[in-house]
């Protein structure tokens, strides 16, 4: 990898983020807005203006379109009998927060605390996320009035919802009005992250305010191939745009906000990670940091699904022209109904065992149904009745795996194992999470919208059938962390400053940096995890003035 001709850089800024996903349009906003930084926003993909990102049930038209997404593919899984896993991330203005679940969830308490990292506890964090959101219901002590990303909850949404919070209470389940609030464990609707029924991605509600700042500079359809070194200082990153290498030189920092996929990658590209994995690829090492693109986890998910007694599903809003005109009226009219989100409606956060200090299971309607998770729309492959799944997670998986780098050129996707279920306890917490769906759907108030139980089928009833099943059939969540993992330890890859350890100049703001999930779903705390970074940020370099000043 040759660099560029000419000694001067082709741009110069103050800092430049890689990554316009949900940290890195965060960042573009914060740290552009006081107008006294330059501050450049480097996108590999396009520009968010698809109707089908804005319209949350539309974005099934996307999960496979790599005008929008990039299509990782895992190595294949020893422990989910060899099977591949398709792994697709945003590729667009907003990153993955323009094509996810739109699910708003902040996560548990006690992972946080449970990370140890001096200012990541659960109080230290909770500032950044009232002052990510604009929620008009619950508690102004612990939720946020007046910021960027609006959260709508979902209440007596429809009859499949209502019915199966009905069953959780029939089943003993406590019901929570906010469990955003601190009070994660229970059964609960939904909360969005949508404004009047269109997706508030991080792209709609930090960067749009922000783009006519004329000291922030947003290139998209640029592929950034390496950071570059001024010995161990990130001085700027080298990348692709408009057909010619280019390199843009960064005065005070380069953030990578890339991913978890894409950021350890870029970090190896760069010199940083594994000697032995760099000398092979044939990388000249900068910094030996053996924790780079490891200890990544993800929530392995199966699935239960059941044919519905009701046409009150999307199974129906996609194939049934009275469902569809129905639905399409409730939208425009209100900006409600099954148009208006595009995952799941409620969810049930528990314990696998009575001996768990903390919810290690989440279950999570979702009313549609087809052959996979990737089954949105009758061409791949969704369930030709009136159809709901309940989708299972393992929420704090044992399992770790990695993403390195599988070459020196930065167009080839990295080498990624997730190592599903290796640690043989995740694969029993998901039969526990099979158990719990099966009680639920005895309940009464679900049965009767029951006509069958499709998959497994109740002909799988042992623990081996079961185990049989979940290794047949467990997929990703699209919850990845952990590639670039913050800590005080030797393997940690950023500080609690989120600076790489070893080098200047260079941080990691991502989802790559939790050690852990947070929980449940990854965006809200991935958009809070910006705030924080900005933060630190602006800070430290104020810190640089001042002492400047002093001198």
């Known amino acids: 990898m040759g660099s560029p001709r000419q000694d001067a850089p082709d741009a110069e800024f103050d800092f430049v983020i890689v990554g316009a996903g949900s940290a890195g349009c965060v960042l573009a906003n914060r740290l552009s807005a006081d107008g006294t930084h330059r501050v450049l926003l480097i996108e590999a993909g396009g520009k968010d203006r698809s109707i089908n990102i804005h319209v949350p049930l539309m974005v099934v038209n996307l999960l496979k379109d790599e005008r929008f997404t990039w299509p990782f593919m895992t190595e294949k899984q020893v422990h989910l009998n ?5 792994w697709t991330r945003g590729r667009v203005l907003g990153g993955s927060s323009s094509i996810n679940g739109n699910v708003y969830v902040r996560g548990d308490p006690a992972e946080f605390d449970s990370w140890n990292c001096p200012g990541w506890s659960w109080d230290e964090m909770l500032p950044y996320f009232k002052k990510m959101e604009t929620f008009a219901d619950g508690d102004p002590r612990t939720r946020g009035k007046d910021g960027p990303i609006s959260v709508t909850q979902l209440k007596r949404f429809d009859k499949l919802a209502d019915a199966y919070l009905d069953a959780n209470r029939e089943a003993g389940f406590e019901l929570v009005d906010d469990y955003n609030d601190g009070h994660y464990e229970g059964a609960s609707y939904l909360q969005y992250s949508t404004r009047r029924g269109f997706r508030c991605s991080s792209s709609v509600g930090y960067l749009r305010p922000a783009r006519n700042r004329p000291n922030l500079t947003v290139w998209t359809d640029t592929l950034v191939s390496r950071v570059l070194f001024e010995g161990k200082r990130a001085s700027g990153v080298e990348c692709r745009r408009e057909g010619r290498m280019m390199r843009v030189a960064a005065r005070r920092e380069v953030i990578l ?18 000697p032995d994995l760099l000398g092979s690829l044939g990388i000249p090492l900068v910094h030996a940091l053996p924790g780079v693109g490891e200890n990544m986890s993800d929530h392995p998910n199966v699935r239960l699904t059941f ?7 999307i199974n129906d809003v996609l194939q049934r022209p009275t469902s569809k005109l129905r639905e399409g009226i409730r939208y425009i009219l209100f900006g409600k109904g099954l148009l208006s989100i595009c995952s799941a409606t409620a969810h049930t ?23 996979d998770r990737y089954a949105r729309r009758p061409k791949d492959g969704l369930d030709p009745y009136s159809g709901f799944t309940i989708g299972i997670m393992a929420l704090r998986p044992r399992s770790r795996g990695y993403v390195h780098a599988a070459s020196s050129d930065p167009a080839v996707h990295p080498k990624i194992d997730p190592n599903y279920l290796a640690v043989e306890d995740d694969a029993r917490v998901l039969m526990a999470g099979i158990h719990a769906v099966r009680r639920l759907a005895e309940a009464p108030s679900l049965k009767r919208l029951i006509v069958r139980e499709t998959r497994p089928g109740p002909e799988v009833r042992t623990e081996a059938q079961i185990i049989d099943y979940i290794r047949a059939t467990a997929q990703t969540t699209w919850h990845v962390v952990g590639s670039c993992r913050m800590g005080l330890d030797a ?6 400053e989120l600076r790489v350890r070893g080098v200047d100049g260079l941080r990691v703001v991502d989802s790559s940096c939790f050690p852990t999930i947070p929980s449940s779903n990854t965006n809200a705390p991935t958009i809070a995890l910006g705030e924080k970074g900005a933060d630190l940020i602006l800070r430290s370099w104020q810190k640089v003035l001042a002492l ?3 001198a």
């Open 82 to 86: 060899g099977r591949e896993q398709l």
């Open 307 to 313: 044919e519905c007694a009701r046409p009150i599903t």
């Open 257 to 274: 906000s890339a991913g978890p996929i894409q950021s350890p990658k870029i970090l190896e590209l760069s010199g940083v990670g594994q």
């Open 491 to 496: 393997e940690a890859v950023v500080d609690p």
């Open 548 to 550: 400047s000043k002093a």
């Open 349 to 371: 956060v528990m314990r696998s065992h009575p001996r768990e200090n903390q919810p290690d299971l989440k279950l999570q309607l979702q009313p549609f149904s087809g052959k």
